[in-house]
């Protein structure tokens, strides 16, 4: 899937190509590192990392 045109252009350090999918705990997206890798990397949603959020769930 394409990025879509509120996500972010990298994520420490590693330059975001596409996303890979997306759910109610966040986004995992296919990266490249400065290395040349392919990575795979998930950015967790707000929600899912508040503490209050995580006991409710």
């Given at each position: ?6 996500d972010p252009k ?18 995992v997206y296919r ?19 508040r503490p209050t ?5």
């Open positions: 899937m394409p990025l879509h045109s509120d990298s994520v420490g350090g590693h330059r975001l190509l596409d996303r890979l999918g997306a759910g109610g705990m966040g986004v990266a490249r590192a400065r290395s040349g890798r392919e990575v795979a990397i998930k950015v967790s949603s707000w929600n899912c990392t959020a995580r006991r409710a769930g």
